[in-house]
């Protein structure tokens, strides 16, 4: 079950009513157009990422949707809107790119956004990288060592990694921005190829704008090293079965 359907569950015959994707995306952009809305307004903070979207969305808009490029940290992003369901996926991470040290004050922003008896839904990924590869079992080191390869490929490229928080983290922030948490579970996770290629060839992309060439090189042949690693397990094991996702519903009181 994805974690789509879970939130689905947990809305139950409650209507969708206005959607807010505050951190839009194709997965994000295509369940949201599965669903029986009165309108949606999706956010990006990059321009890339809405293009992406905009071919997710294709002529499926009507006229009431909007699809927006902007910055959390504006206050008059979205001021005085009001939504009945308000998504959080995995912008909580990816909000490091766009609003560094400013998570804690993620949740009182989407507060005001939402309707009253409106709901948040929150996805979110427990940290992973910070962990020591050699405490894992075989799974969790591989998943780990891919994600610090990335970072350090990020970081030695001039941009900033995502930053997870773990959920009981998350759950603090929700309550004290004024939520009343629903639900939270955990969910495990079994990484596939896609995710593996997906961090490595990010790797790939970002090392060509590392100006020592031959630095570049040691860590590309590291990421095809590691990719070989992760195909073969996933091969023998189905995937890689490390870490949890988890998802929070909170409604305003």
């Not at 997870?164 to 309550?175: C, G, H, M, S």
Request: proline letters at 4%; hydrophobic letters at 45%.
């Amino acid at each position: 079950m994805s974690l789509y359907h879970r939130i689905a569950e947990l809305q139950g015959d409650r209507p969708w009513g206005a959607v807010l994707d505050a951190g839009t995306g194709r997965n994000s952009m295509r369940w949201v157009l599965s669903l029986k809305t009165d309108r949606w307004t999706a956010v990006t903070g990059a321009a890339s990422m809405a293009r992406t979207t905009e071919t997710e969305i294709g002529a499926r808009r009507r006229d009431v949707d909007r699809l927006v490029v902007g910055n959390w940290l504006d206050p008059t992003l979205l001021a005085g809107e009001r939504y009945d369901t308000v998504l959080a996926d995995y912008l909580l991470g990816a909000i490091e790119g766009f609003a560094p040290y400013w998570q804690d004050q993620l949740f009182a922003r989407l507060y005001d956004l939402v309707a009253p008896g409106g709901r948040l839904y929150v996805v979110g990924l427990e940290p992973y990288v910070p962990q020591h590869p050699d405490a894992l079992d075989a799974a969790g080191s591989l998943v780990t060592r891919i994600g610090r390869l990335r970072d350090a490929c990020l970081l030695l490229a001039g941009d900033r990694p995502y930053r997870e928080y773990p959920a009981d983290w998350t759950l603090r922030q929700i309550e004290r921005a004024g939520f009343r948490v629903l639900h939270a579970e955990q969910v495990p996770i079994r990484f596939g190829t896609r995710f593996v290629d997906g961090q490595l060839d990010m790797c790939g992309r970002v090392l060509e704008r590392v100006a020592d060439r031959q630095l570049a090189a040691a860590l590309h042949a590291h990421a095809e090293a590691l990719r070989m690693e992760a195909h073969l397990r996933i091969a023998e094991d189905g995937g890689l079965r490390t870490g949890h996702d988890y998802v929070i519903a909170a409604e305003v009181i």
